[in-house]
């Protein structure tokens, strides 16, 4: 029998119930562990991902190619599909994905637009994974990051979760945030006014778990579990001067750390910049670079699972 | 015994015979076959492919790496060569392909620049396949065309074969009816004065073909078998009101097919625009995206064939 | 046991004792042998290159990729690193090497940065090989000349090798001069005055070995086994005219060669522009193609000692 997600495009973190996010955290452990003993598996000997990137992200790209290698397949790489004659030329999204159908079992398109990634999905004749589009959805992110927490701090039930910087414009907490929603968590929301997160979104979720919005960041540190940082961008603000005013307010010091909670676990989508101290890198609870590693497992989960490689 | 294209270079559709080229769409029927019960064969497991890609073009190169992949074989690949710093510098296409030589076993090259094919297979020392020499040629898409009408319509000889749209500058059509001019075929060719097929060319292909050359376009559908369908580009008109009186003269609508000929076999070398409608796409004649497909069929065929694979 | 390059970076040629230099010259000859019987090994099948290029270098990032496959070995290249998001917002080159490091097992990076390959280095939990940072270093491009002299004359020790064209700036040559004085080695150095060996350095090779500076090229190629050339660029001289006065003193033709030293050894780490004329080609002693391809040979053994792969 298939599993759920078989022949199944992922385009928003919504489109998978609490079950099937399960089933991919699950299936990463055993993936994980089983890369441990044998480093490349062959579950998709024969089949080939193609990644189509119209915007560049070598990390994102990398994690999936990665991935699929792991699993025994094949890769087709596109790191700058934007400036082939093809798209210059106004094809669509969903005739290019058609065309690359023929080519691949699976697609990744990272698009710099909303919802483009629906529109290669209505073209594509092979399941499509958003690995981002636009200010919109990065699904896969949301993946790793719960992965990583359950990682890290054993399950996901019963955590108090933070996060910190720019929750408008960051699609990372947006796309977490409603998948955390699915288990009973605490949510505290640390930001500067003009960066809060989304009202309608902050409403969805208080309809599902507590969630409180706050500026200050050492006091929430205290309490929670985990905090999961973001960069806060100059260019987000009209004003520089509000930039100047918040952007020392939450850089994550190892003095920080150790005089409010030593024990948190510090995430961050990366790149990171200087949000957090590079001497805060070899904290224990430091689970930033893990957290990268983990798109890996992530990754291949996911893939066998809609590629239906997995019992 | 080595098949006859064992060890050869495809720089023009001109290079092949008759013969030879019924070899390649036999072998790609072949693997076509063999891959619907085993995605990965492993004719070409140990050799590499390089893909120097001169100017974009991501699905030519993904259709090369997607054939090479399925024959088992490894790919390097440089989806912008012109950019690097050898290039640059003013290193020759023959020195650059002479160095590529040592490192993979064959060369799929594209250049913006006419007979650029033919300099790079004389540096190498492995064979050198034309993935597009500027307005020139573009033989393996003539190959994938052939394929696709054979699939299409069960044979090659008797047909009635229509090509519209701009014969002038596409090297699509150029290639294609030099390949058809080996069958005995019937070919209209369609288009606006202003991008008829060179001269030249169309008195070659008199000399072998029946050709009719014409402006109504569904005159011809009612009576072809199978419509080539080719982009009109606003850049080719000196008036840009040359261009309006015509553009929509050529627009193949789901109202034309079944109005004329509900059973015609509709392809085109892609990307479209809109020079076909979408509504034309479920109908089981839009060939198009097939045709496409089938470039993964020819292009194996065309490697296994030069790499001495297939007996 | 393990070999004492396993696990190990490579920044700089200076980091290799002969001892360690010889063996991976020992595991090239091997290497290059078994492929030659069966073209693609699996001494690192499971294990996953990545090639990080910061700047763009078609031929150094193949060379790798091709390696890596002939050792059955998986890739992730990334063409133009520069371009991308991360490195865009800031990221350090420490923190983008740690998050590749969950992604493969080793790195190949290329930057134009001086020291770029230390920075790398320290994020990196996986070695790192520097392929060019800068004017600075370029390590397996010394080990493939050496090999490539090696094999051309059946030894180092004993030869009297020559270095002619910008010996200023050219990395080239002084990773390759560094690596020679661990040999008993006569090196001739001409150049025009402005592009000398840098002092220090040439004052460094006199410790250990026989250095003899100088301008006239034809009395050196009538007394040396190997001549290295490497390019001009005039955009090293301030005055257009000094470049003028000297860029033909240094043109290598088929009669300099026939009329001094028909059996010289002409070495180039390519790209050539007319520095070597092209009748030299066919020169049995024009060794500069052949270079290029045992730079497969020598970044193979490098990979499969640093990964630990060979006994």
New interface residues.
Partial sequence: MSNSLAGRDLLSIEDLSKAEIELILDQAAQLEEQCQK???LDLL????L?T?FY?????TR??F??AM??LGG?V??????A????AA???TLA??A???S????LIVQRHPEILSAQQAAEGATVPVINAGDGSHEHPTQALLDLYTIQKERGQIDGLHIAMVGDLRYGRTVHSLSKALAHWDVTLSLISPPALQMPPLLAHKLKQKITVNETEDLSAVMAACDALYVT?IQRERFKDPADYDAVKDSYVITRELVESTNPEITIMHP????NEIATDVDDLPGAAY?RQ??N??WARMALMALILDAVE
Avoid: C, M, W
Wanted: charged share 30%; aromatic share 4%.
């Fill in positions: 044998q480093p490349k000997n024969g089949r080939i193609a189509l915007e560049p992200s070598t990390r990398l994690s190619e990665s290698h792991r094949d087709l790489s596109s790191a700058s599909a400036k082939t004659s093809s030329k106004g094809e005739d290019a058609r065309v690359i023929g080519y691949a079992h960069r990366l790149p990171r910049v670079f990268a590693d798109g890996v």
